[in-house]
């Protein structure tokens, strides 16, 4: 049986009973949802807003329904679920969601029905209903397939491609991820939206480099290092990183459309130990087995599918044998990128508070080189609860003897005894402080 998470004290708008609302939403759940919900986060819209992200949002009659009420509180792929005996109240809210406001419907306009007895449905509030005759009440269930909410609101540091759920009928969750370049007019409007200040005219310059020349060239890198990671990371990492399913290229043969499979958040949680010595050993074999540096581990390229630890969004990585002096193009995207990404500017703002002190890390700054992952999956694997995806996906005690042990770990990565000769330069040697933390706290 699918538990709910308990509703708020906010009693539904409805002229009906909270326990027979609840009913009925977990009738929708039991009828409609199926495999969605086993073994995922399941809870009403009507809970408050620091419960975090969950699978499936349920709206009963008074809950909120509104995608602004629902998107952010919706992990990317998760459902919203709608039920209510009112068939025009159902079908104003299905339109809001019908291929809008960064969702699709999954299961269209739909009758519910009790369960049976003697040939009769039988009405959450006791009363009986013929089938075919006297629905019980009316739902739908769409999915939010947009990483970022469409319109004004929805403005990312993230997000320069476009990024979506696509159908796929031969994915098992039925969908792939699809990354496009986006057109230049798009990217104009998202430049302006999130930098007022900048001039018409420089804005369209600035999104015909990116869409002619930078975007292309780094959906092709990412191509090519997804086929790469699949060729050479061992079998038991394969499914921990994307795969490219299928690629559209423009004439000059760079690629404009990737769709590749979708590593889902949800599932099975993991504990903040657990967290750290997948990362540690993904990033391990991504380093020594598929020679591929990262180069971008933040919050958000970082998932918990089942309780399996991924990474995503490869745009960035690069080979770690690679020169990227030989190519022009390459030279000058990476160094602007070194200047810009959120990873490098975390650590060289750590390198001027004195908070690293590691020769080894130190000298990567402003280079692509495999130290800066090393370096910043240290950092993330203290404040796992950066990311609110990953709020009831990873548990977390701040104050716990793991968290402490990780501190203690991490000062000595980022600080240690001997600036030149640090005991923590790669990710081996990261994983190897994991191994004695997790053999310390079992015995």
Avoid at 135 to 149: G, S, Y
Avoid at 331 to 351: E, G, I, K
Wanted: glycine share 10%; charged share 25%.
């Amino acid at each position: 049986m699918v538990k709910l998470l308990r509703p708020s004290v906010r009693r539904p708008r409805e002229a009906v009973g909270g326990d027979e609302a609840e009913r009925w939403c977990r009738q929708l759940v039991a009828q409609r949802l199926g495999a969605e919900s086993r073994g995922r986060q399941v809870a009403r819209t009507s809970e408050a807003e620091h419960l975090g992200m969950v699978d499936v949002r349920v709206a009963g009659p008074g809950d909120p329904k509104s995608p602004d009420e629902v998107f952010d509180r919706l992990r990317w792929g998760g459902l919203l679920a709608c039920v209510d005996t009112d068939p025009e109240r159902v079908g104003k809210w299905l339109r809001e969601y019908d291929g809008a406001n960064g969702f699709v419907l999954e299961q269209g306009f739909d009758e519910l029905w009790g369960s049976s007895v003697a040939g009769f449905m039988v009405r959450g509030g006791g009363g009986l209903c013929i089938r075919g005759v006297t629905p019980w009440a009316f739902c739908f269930v769409a999915r939010k397939t947009e990483l970022v909410m469409p319109g004004a609101g929805g403005v990312s540091d993230r997000f320069t491609y476009d990024v979506s759920l696509a159908a796929d009928a031969g994915q098992a969750s039925g969908y792939c991820v699809r990354k496009r370049v986006p057109t230049a007019e798009s990217l104009v409007a998202r430049l302006t939206r999130k930098h007022p200040e900048l001039d018409p005219k420089d804005a369209a310059v600035r999104a015909a480099k990116l869409v002619d020349e930078v975007l292309p060239v780094f959906l092709t890198r990412e191509a090519k290092a997804l086929q790469l990671l699949q060729k050479k990371l061992p079998a038991a990492f394969r499914e921990r990183v994307p795969r490219a399913l299928r690629v559209e290229q423009n004439e000059a043969g760079f690629v404009t459309r990737l769709d590749m499979t979708w590593l889902r958040n949800g599932g099975a949680t993991v504990t903040q130990l657990e967290f750290a010595r997948q990362s540690a050993e993904l990033l391990a074999a991504l380093h020594e087995e598929a020679g591929i540096m990262h180069l971008d581990l933040r919050p958000d390229n970082m998932v918990v599918s089942d309780g399996r630890v991924g990474f995503i969004d490869f745009g960035s990585s690069a080979g770690v044998n690679e020169d990227l002096s030989k190519n022009p193009l390459l030279r000058q995207l990476f160094t602007q990128m070194t200047r810009t990404s959120q990873v490098h500017r975390v650590l060289n703002q750590l390198m001027e508070q004195g908070q690293i002190t590691n020769a080894a890390l130190r000298s990567v700054k402003g280079r692509a080189d495999r130290g800066v992952d090393t370096f910043y999956l240290a950092v993330q694997v203290l404040r796992p609860h950066v990311n609110p995806e990953m709020e009831r996906l990873i548990e977390w005690d701040p104050s716990g003897p793991a968290a402490e042990a990780l501190a203690t770990l991490n000062a000595a990565v980022l600080r240690p005894k001997s600036s030149h000769a640090a005991a923590y330069k790669t990710a081996r040697d990261l994983l190897r402080g994991i191994g004695r933390i997790e053999a310390k706290l079992a015995g």
